[in-house]
């Protein structure tokens, strides 16, 4: 798996097309304490597929905040508004489509109602034939 960090932040969204109506197809959280880690596999569009659409595969690492809702009315499984990242104060944020504008800081981004905030993110991606 390869880091995400700020600094290649811009190209990977560019690549996958921020996410926009991607499928979350698998979410984990395993561990405990700080060994707390969330597994995110989400169905992408993808730049640099042969087919167009890539499994990409998310582990943030060292959680302290992790939040998927579960309701009759409400499905985060498909991203309408995309994957919001976010480094801010030393943490990592995913916001998984219950906002429609990106939040602005690590605070407003644990407001959603399906989301994760870890210290490190890593990702691999693998074609969809």
């Known amino acids: 798996m390869e880091a995400l960090t700020l600094g290649n932040l811009a190209p990977w969204l560019e690549r996958f097309s921020s996410f ?44 302290t905040t992790a939040i998927w809702s579960f309701d009759d009315r409400l499905y985060f499984d498909v991203l309408s508004n995309g994957l919001h990242v976010l480094f801010d104060d030393g943490c990592c944020g995913l916001e998984f489509g219950d906002f429609v504008d990106a939040p602005s800081s690590i605070g407003e981004l644990r407001k959603s109602r399906c989301c994760a905030v870890g210290a490190n993110l890593e990702w691999a991606a693998v074609s969809i034939n």
């Open 20 to 63: 926009n109506d991607a499928v979350v197809r698998g979410w984990s959280v395993v561990g405990s304490g700080p060994d707390k880690a969330v597994f995110v596999d989400i169905e992408s569009k993808d730049t640099h597929s042969n087919s167009g659409w890539s499994m990409v595969n998310l582990k943030l690492g060292n959680v």
